[in-house]
């Protein structure tokens, strides 16, 4: 197989009609530049140029071999061109894979800026019910990065994003509401909107109750945090909810949880050299775990 560089001398001597010339322009010496194509004359197995008392020219073969030369160059220079164009965000794709409790609120303002400042790198974007789903997207090799809670295993690259707060949701009339904070024991035979076993809430509030020797009495489960919350404000229950999943504070009442109950929240990144990895995964930490106004005063 003849390398680019052979492909390149040839075509610099067809160009300058003399192997000084040529030499010149490629920085090489004379020498060097005859042996690369003796090289290529060897893989072909004939001459490529004709040695005249003045320059050279192309043989038949040279001449031959001169037009798929100048492409396979070509192709070359685009495979250098796009690469770089990935490494200052003018293009490339990519996957993502994200908590779906955590689209909306976390990775969308990300993605909104992104859109703008590079409108040419395509996104792909997974969503998983668990932390444990993002880790087998990046180890199957569908996603590059993937934010989320800390999964029970992960021996890769991550970043920190923030602690993300839990906090208990419950209708605006309800006897607790009008305590400061609640603890495990408060929510001890009170009916709990929870959430499906294919959330990954479901497991690790349940494992955090029994921790506090505290059994939860679930009255219905849903899939999403934010339904939770607009269940447990119109009377159906208590909701434990990450304040990542309310958007806007609703008509329930909003308690910290004592002790303060938060979860890490984390980019777990498949591929650390990527330099739009890097790049994204520099601006969801910088940009960081976000919580709206209303929900803020009414925690307050």
């Not at 909104?112 to 974007?125: A, D, E, F, G």
């Not at 569908?142 to 991550?158: F, H, I, K, M, S």
Request: net charge negative; charged share 20%.
């Amino acid at each position: 197989m003849p390398t680019l560089r052979a492909l390149e001398c040839l075509i610099a001597v067809l160009d300058a009609g003399s192997i000084t010339e040529a030499a010149a322009l490629l920085h090489v010496s004379q020498p060097a530049l005859s042996h690369q194509l003796a090289a290529l004359e060897r893989e072909i197995g004939a001459p490529v140029v004709e040695r005249l008392p003045r320059g050279v020219r192309a043989t038949a073969i040279g001449r031959a071999v001169e037009a798929d030369a100048r492409v396979a160059l070509t192709a070359a220079a685009r495979v250098v061109d796009s690469g770089r164009a990935v490494v200052r965000g003018e293009g490339g794709v990519l996957r993502l894979a994200c908590a779906e409790s955590l689209t909306a609120s976390l990775l969308a303002p990300v993605l909104r800026t992104w859109s703008r400042r590079h409108p040419q790198v395509r996104i792909q974007l997974t969503e998983a019910t668990s932390a444990d789903d993002l880790v087998q997207h990046l180890e199957s090799g569908t996603a590059d990065l993937a934010l989320g809670p800390r999964p029970t295993r992960w021996n890769g690259a991550e970043e920190l994003i923030g602690a993300e707060e839990i906090i208990a949701v419950l209708p605006a009339d309800h006897p607790l509401s009008e305590r400061d904070r609640l603890t495990f024991d408060d929510l001890r035979d009170q009916p709990l909107v929870h959430y499906h076993p294919e959330n990954g809430l479901s497991a690790w509030l349940d494992a955090e109750a029994a921790r506090h020797g505290v059994p939860l009495t679930p009255v219905v489960r849903v899939r999403q945090a934010a339904t939770a919350a607009h269940l447990a404000a119109s009377g159906l229950g208590i909701a434990l909810v990450p304040t990542t999943a309310l958007a806007t504070a609703g008509p329930g009442a909003l308690q910290h949880l004592d002790p303060v109950l938060s979860r890490d929240l984390i980019c777990l990144i498949a591929t650390p050299a990527d330099p739009l990895v890097r790049r994204f995964t520099a601006d969801v930490v910088e940009r960081g775990i976000p919580i709206t106004a209303s929900v803020r005063t009414k925690l307050a």
